[in-house]
């Protein structure tokens, strides 16, 4: 991209299916423990949680853990850096890249917003994670979009 410190972060499940995902202008511990605080309100509190070498993610999910001591919770995330199993986000991510690559960039980040949002839901689309059953594909969207 053009606009450098673009970020995209995708929580992904251990089948390969996209959860959560988010964009946002920079990549530190306050925005990787937005990511992850959103991410686990919609989803749960993961057992496990695989990430890469980024220090960021590191900082946000040990917050997170200080967070749940203090609640009481029994309950702590175990964090994972082991790269062979972050290669299904990484795979996932081919996707975006693949398409994006081509272009010339992004002049400004809502366009970058508009645009890969699309793509990634897009994707989810074809991978046939929409569940029909509880919601439109639509509000699916939007709560993904938001």
């Known amino acids: 991209m053009a606009e450098r410190g673009v970020q995209i972060d995708r929580a992904i499940d251990k089948h390969g299916i996209t959860t959560y995902f988010m964009l946002s202008k920079r990549r530190d511990k306050a ?15 993961p057992s496990k949680n695989v990430i890469d070498k980024s220090g960021a993610n590191l900082a946000g999910l040990q917050q997170i853990n200080v ?6 919770t029994k309950q702590r995330i175990e964090i994972l ?10 795979q996932d991510h081919r996707f975006i890249k693949k398409i994006t690559r081509p272009t010339l960039g992004f002049k400004a980040f809502h366009s970058a917003a508009a645009t890969l949002t699309s793509i990634e839901v897009t994707h989810m689309i074809r ?17 993904l979009a938001a």
């Open 31 to 45: 925005v990787a423990r937005l990511f992850l605080k959103r991410a686990i309100e919609t989803n749960g509190l």
């Open 81 to 90: 850096r082991v790269n062979y199993l972050n290669n299904i986000i990484e």
């Open 67 to 72: 967070g749940l001591k203090f609640s009481r």
């Open 127 to 143: 991978k046939q994670q929409f569940q029909s059953n509880h919601t439109s594909p639509f509000k699916q969207f939007a709560s």
